[in-house]
């Protein structure tokens, strides 16, 4: 019993902060795009890097709130494991997240500009961070802000340099880089992207893959998203998100308390 104990633990443990890597390091890029129309003739003229990079400019949307629910599967270590995820973001100031398992939560997260929180129902126990200390330990090269834009779909387009692109059978190709990052994009016809391939200067490789986009005021914005690690062909851990809702600019109760009988960790 006690070992069991011991492996669910620390599953656990391993299942969240897998979650948040998940959610910080495979990116949520480009995953709005404006839902005007472009002549034929446009495109033509826009499959250059400099064109195909303003687009993901202009997909990126601003917002004071930003709320998703969502069904996620995690596969790591050879398991599957499903959950629903409740995410409220206020811009500058927090990143809110209920993780429940057949209807009860059993863990809740919090980030901030310089720490993070983690609270592990199952264990009755929880986790401070800064998130320095967090961003050295999983090597990720994001501040706050990056990281709020990558949880609301918006591409990371500071000190990303467009490289490349080209139009090959219908889909346009879009290659970026920067000083710790490179990143080669699909998109397609309406410059949205359907996969990302990140890699960082040691070869560490995440692609991501977008599908079944719907309007949402005036942009369109996948509802369908997988992250995928190292590759997309063979996967040693893979996060699938299928969104159910989306709110901007509505405000949300957030309530963040660590039960004064709970064990630090």
Not at 159 to 169: A, L, S
Not at 192 to 217: A, G, I, T
């Amino acid at each position: 019993m006690g070992t069991l104990y011991i492996y669910q633990k620390k599953s656990i443990y391993k299942y969240l902060l897998f979650l948040i890597v998940l959610f910080l390091l495979m990116v949520f890029v480009s995953s709005c795009k404006s839902t005007k129309r472009l002549s034929t003739k446009e495109i033509n003229k826009e499959y250059s890097s400099s064109g195909l990079f303003d687009k993901l400019k202009e997909s990126n949307i601003d917002f004071n709130w930003y709320n998703i629910k969502a069904n996620a599967d995690v596969f790591f270590e050879g398991n599957t494991v499903g959950g629903f995820v409740d995410i409220r973001m206020k811009k500058k100031e927090f990143v809110w997240m209920s993780i429940k398992k057949f209807g009860m939560e059993f863990a809740r997260i919090m980030i901030k500009p310089d720490s993070i929180f983690v609270i592990d129902r199952f264990n009755r126990q929880y986790m401070a961070m800064a998130v320095d200390s967090f961003k050295n330990e999983y090597n990720i090269p994001f501040n706050f802000t990056d990281i709020q834009d990558i949880l609301a779909g918006n591409s990371i387009i500071r000190n990303q340099t467009p490289v490349k692109g080209r139009e090959i059978n219908d889909k346009y190709i879009l290659i970026t880089k920067s000083n710790y990052i490179k990143i080669d994009y699909t998109l397609d016809t309406k410059f949205k992207v359907e996969r990302s391939k990140f890699k960082d200067l040691k070869n560490h490789s995440v692609v991501s893959e977008f599908s079944d986009y719907k309007p949402y005021n005036e942009v369109e914005i996948p509802y369908l998203r997988k992250y995928n690690y190292p590759d997309d062909i063979n996967p040693k851990y893979f996060l699938k998100l299928k969104i159910k809702k989306i709110e901007i600019d509505i405000p949300r109760k957030i309530k963040f308390d660590i039960p004064a009988n709970y064990d630090k960790v």
